[in-house]
């Protein structure tokens, strides 16, 4: 039905079409407009009130993740709008789609420096898959379907939409469509290409499977088990293709890179063939590209033409969305058997285990106690450090979107935000963000709004009182200077979240913290852990910065 309306009440019925059920934002002068709108519609759309505009980012990026629809996020202009910047890049590296709405000044007051005013749709052009600014109703509309179409098709990623105070007020005629339908890329998809690949298989003495974010993206997690059964092949991942392959199946031998397993690590250096799906070869992969995986043919797979030998030089990719490429792949693949080579990589993975120092209260001891406590099922956030990596290794995903963390841009702050959108997509899961003290800090004021919407997430603080990664490379690397990177100071955490209006309880051990987490499940409240461990715990293996991935070490290396 055509009907006239305002520019806000455009934008709620636009979101509603789009099935937006929750919106993750923070009200300001510029945006009023939008946010009375939204009070009218509060029992069609939520609101979250976030105690910062980058903690609405992060928490409408974690339910995209969490979810694979589109999260929404609002701020108003200037500061607001800049709040998000952080946000909108963390989920543009790791193609998330996400559209932020922003309010700005009125169009005449544009380029005036006018109070609160932003060029955000400048600021953000590199950090976003594509973004707007809406100077005439009539647009408004279309626009705001153009851009959750961008974000949720292709390779995924963050769209802006600022509109202008008064384009908020001014009426035009609006009428209620459908959205478009979102179609896998598979135009790209080329025989030539298929047809090397299932010989490059098809001839492999020693493949060897890496799985990246892209295959939680196009949900292909099916379609990878099934190729790694049926070529019989090792499996590893990267930080964000966790869960797309189950980490309990007796093929997966952990992460790879910097941080990853030796099993992993040598494995794909020994590979003949390595087969790249949905992986953008970060520079935490590949180590030393001169001499990754060299004795093996490449095969990338991915949906953006972009990310092949951008980094690493490959023997043959091919261009499409993974889930359509895989199925096809399939069909046409024979069966194999590599009975030498498994024999060889269950050989890597019993030789070198994931190991860690049980005689004291340790990062990968909480990890280890919450999959147990938790029987696996848990939604796992993090922020960046030594916590997120022992989270990476030692809580094993069996499905995809079950660990959400910051992998291209190390977001310290990112996780707790992002736990708040992941409970709020999936109130009935156990979700728990693992965090550093020094990461904590960042946005730690998002325990207010877990305690405002009554969002019961389970804060868990791997307190070492220092910077843990950073110190990590300090005493490897920089000759143990540790330049601003102790935190011993008289910041309690405890007292903080209790202040908050949130549960919390500090623990020295691992009997402690498994009755602490065990009463924050019960409570179903938000609850922090502050968890004491030694200042000099490290993550092992490690690959020195530029090294080769073959030569990761580990503490009895040392």
Known sequence: MRQMLNGSEIVIECLKEQGVDTVFGYPGGAILNIYDELYKHSDEIHHILTSHEQGASHAADGYARATGRVGVCMATSGPGATNLVTGLA???????????????VGVSLLGKDSFQEIDIKGVTMPITKHNYIVKDVENLADTIRDAFRIARTGRKGPVLIDIPKDVTAATTYYESREPEKVYPVCETIQEKDLKEAVDMIAQAERPFILVGGGCTLSDAADEVRELAARIDAPVCDTLMGKGSFPGTDSRYTGMIGMHGTKASNIGVSESDLLI??????????????????????????????????????????IIGDVKAVLTILNRRIAEADHPE???RIAELKDKYPLTYHQDQLSGPGVVESVYKLTGGDAIITTEVGQHQMWAAQFYKYDRPRQFLTSGGLGTMGYGLGASIGAKTAFPDK???????DGCFRMNMNEIATATRSEIPVIQVVINNHVLGMVRQWQTLFYGERYSATTLFDKVDFVKLAEAMGAKAKRVTSIEEFEAAFK???ELKEPYLIDCMIDSDEKVWPMVAPGGSISEAFSEEDL
Request: overall charge negative; hydrophobic content about 50%; charged content about 20%.
């Open 519 to 521: 009463e924050a499940v």
């Open 430 to 436: 156990v979700v728990v963000n693992i965090a550093g």
């Open 341 to 343: 080579w498994m024999a």
């Open 90 to 104: 963390t989920a543009y590296m790791d193609s998330i789609p996400v559209v932020a709405i922003t309010a700005n």
């Open 276 to 317: 790249a799906i949905g992986c953008r070869f970060s520079d935490r992969v590949y180590g030393n590209a001169d001499t990754f995986a060299r004795d093996a043919k490449i095969l990338q797979i991915d949906i953006d033409p972009a990310e092949v030998n951008k980094n690493v030089l490959v023997d043959t990719s």
